[in-house]
Nanobody
Framework: QVQLVESGGGSVQAGGSLRLSCAAS????????LGWFRQAPGEEREFVAA????????YYADSVRDRFTISRDNAKNTVYLQMNSLKPEDTAVYYC??????????WGQGTQVTVSS
């Protein structure tokens, strides 16, 4: 079982940047696909970004493409989400996830991101 803990959330003005981190423990995630989802109040959880176990394939939701960057550091067992040019509609709780073949079996508790206009 993999435990995931997100950090780096907070409040920022529109146009600002945040970097989310997600540290994994329990076992190495070097062979796992890793991803980020988010959930705004009253909305369903939605996909944000993902990358495969090697980091060679990255996927983004259209709403964040060219603004967000997902990356991983297997030596630190950590996945990151660099978020630039933030918009009020990016306000949500952000969750990291890990799984094999993009089957998301492990979830963190989430970190709040609030973007004010």
């Amino acid at each position: 079982q993999v435990q995931l803990v997100e950090s780096g959330g907070g409040s920022v003005q529109a146009g600002g940047s945040l970097r989310l981190s997600c540290a994994a423990s329990g076992r190495s995630v070097s062979s796992y696909d890793l991803g980020w989802f988010r959930q705004a109040p009253g909305e369903e959880r939605e996909f944000v970004a993902a990358l495969n176990w090697s980091g060679g394939a990255k996927y983004y939701a259209d709403s964040v493409r060219d603004r967000f960057t997902i990356s991983r550091d297997n030596a630190k067992n950590t996945v990151y989400l660099q978020m630039n040019s933030l918009k009020p509609e990016d306000t949500a709780v952000y969750y990291c996830t890990a799984g094999m073949a993009f089957q998301w079996d492990n979830w963190g508790q989430g970190t709040q991101v609030t973007v004010s206009s």
